[in-house]
């Protein structure tokens, strides 16, 4: 059960790209860490290739680590730290420790 979720959207906490806000891309579970789209950009230079054929420079998002985000909270649009509660169904759902709201 993870905590940051694919489609989630966090704000980041610390580092270059503090405060800025982004979409989850991709959670790399083993690692701890989470693809945010816009965020942590970095650049690569590409060989030419079939598929680009000019080769050259793209900017791509790079990874960051879980503690350096805060998700931001569906329900009250605040960035914070997220906790478990068992619904009455025996679902397990995430809880935000702002406004202590449940959502999946
Ligand atoms: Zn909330």
Redo the contacts with the bound molecule.
């Keep these: 059960m993870n905590k940051i979720r694919k489609g989630d959207t966090v704000r980041v906490v610390a580092g270059n790209d503090k405060g800025k806000e982004g979409q989850v891309l991709r959670v790399l579970r083993e690692e701890n860490r989470v693809i945010v789209k816009g965020v942590q950009m970095i650049t690569r230079h590409l060989r030419p290739s079939a598929k680009h054929r000019e080769g050259g420079i793209v900017q791509q998002e790079g990874t960051i680590h879980l503690s350096n985000v805060l998700l931001v909270?569906?329900?009250?649009?605040?960035p914070?730290r997220v906790g478990f509660q068992r619904a009455e169904t025996g679902e397990k759902l995430r809880r935000?420790?702002?406004?202590?709201?449940t959502f999946d």
């Design positions: 909270c569906p329900e009250c649009d605040r914070t935000c420790k702002q406004c202590g709201k």
